[in-house]
């Protein structure tokens, strides 16, 4: 049986074929800076997890077919989040290459104007860290412990964090000219967390509300 996500990704690509066929397309093509709020979704809610801000950055091409019109991007994307222990604070953060490509529904037939995008991602961990603040002091020793990072283990074999990511997406956006500004949230749906060492970290999801600038050269309408 064929996956609900698989069918609409297969009917969305046979629409914009079928646009593309009637109208001309265009292409434009240009960097993208953003503000990401990222957290994670784990199984068993032990942990206070809070969300850490972080930036992406990289290239977006627009291609347009009147009210549709498809856009793929790379970027370079910090995640990660915050989480709160019994002995302390542990900051994650991840480095990814995102691969997200929006299937886009433009108010306006020029491409200008509100537009609603959604679409799928896929995520390539390259590196990641840990920073570990202890906030409980021993009663008997009330001398702070020190705060030290250590790098986190990356790959499907490893205990901490796999390699792939991959989720769903969905947001809105605005253009004007070559500016466009949109504002998205991410919904991961691999589980990412090889976490072995506590209980409560059997499984964890991404998650992240990102706001970005892009200014696109090519044509306009």
């Known amino acids: 049986m064929k996956h609900p996500g698989t069918q609409l990704l297969l009917g969305a690509a046979l629409l914009l074929t079928t646009r ?5 397309a265009s ?62 604070v542990d900051n994650t953060r991840l480095r990814y290459l995102t691969l997200p490509v929006n299937m886009v529904y433009h108010h306006k037939a020029s491409g200008q104007g509100l537009q609603v995008v959604a679409g799928p991602y896929i995520g390539l961990l390259l590196e990641g860290t840990n920073h ?25 074999s490893a205990p901490y964090f796999k390699r792939f990511d991959a989720g769903l997406q969905a947001g809105i956006g605005y253009r004007f000219g070559g500016l466009l500004v949109q504002a998205a949230y991410s919904l991961g749906l691999r589980n990412t967390n090889l976490d072995t060492h506590y209980a409560y970290s059997a499984s964890g999801y991404n998650r992240a509300l990102q706001v970005s600038l892009a200014y696109l050269f090519g044509p306009k309408s």
């Open 132 to 156: 570990y603040r202890f906030t409980s002091i021993d009663p008997a020793d009330p001398t702070p412990f020190p705060e030290f990072d250590y790098p986190i283990q990356v790959g499907d």
């Open 20 to 24: 593309a066929a009637q109208a001309q």
């Open 27 to 88: 292409f434009s093509v240009g960097p993208q800076v953003g503000f990401i709020a990222s957290s994670a979704h784990v199984s068993n809610q032990s942990p206070t997890i809070k969300y850490k801000g972080g930036f992406e950055a990289g290239v977006l091409g627009a291609i347009d077919f009147g009210h549709w019109g498809l856009q793929p991007a790379l970027l370079f994307s910090q995640k990660g989040f915050e989480k709160t222990e019994v002995l302390g």
